[in-house]
């Protein structure tokens, strides 16, 4: 995370977030180089259902969709563009098992990153188990915007 808060601080730019199945593991990512201050806004964690009916104003999109889908990321990270008014966002949702909930594998997950205004959707199967599952969507979100920088 060092390289990301480091291009972010010379690209002026910031960053926020909203974590389901992470429960809050990417801002702690972020939070824990020095400096990162000059560049993370904030970040929700949505992680039960109520959360985000509540918070994100996401039923309708649960009940047609679910949790685990495509359209909660980026509802997750629309929300949280909208409400930190930061130039990059990044949300994740997804299953990190025991057990497959809404019938969904372990190790789906979706993400959804913004960047100013132009929006990426990651599908992704992750093997392991729930810290490896976590840690390798927080190490694929990194990487992708570091990609998407240069």
Not at 122 to 128: A, D, L, Q, R, S
Request: one cysteine or more; hydrophobic letters at 40%.
């Amino acid at each position: 995370m060092e390289e990301l808060v480091k291009k972010l601080k010379e690209a002026n730019l910031t960053i926020s977030c909203c974590e389901s199945l992470t429960g809050g593991l990417f801002a702690s990512s972020i939070v824990n180089v020095p400096g990162a201050s000059n560049v993370f806004v904030g970040g929700y964690v949505t992680y039960q259902n109520k959360a985000k009916e509540n918070i994100l104003q996401g039923k309708e999109v649960l009940d047609k969709f679910g949790a685990i889908s495509d359209e909660m990321a980026c509802l997750m990270a629309l929300k949280a563009k909208n409400d930190f008014q930061s130039d990059i966002v990044v949300s994740f949702t997804g299953n990190a098992g025991p057990n497959a909930d809404e019938g969904k594998e372990v190790g789906l997950v979706y993400s959804c990153i913004i960047i100013k205004d132009k929006i990426y959707h990651f599908k992704n199967i992750y093997k392991g188990n729930r810290t490896e599952i976590r840690l390798n969507c927080i190490e694929d979100a990194k990487n992708r915007i570091l990609k998407n920088l240069k």
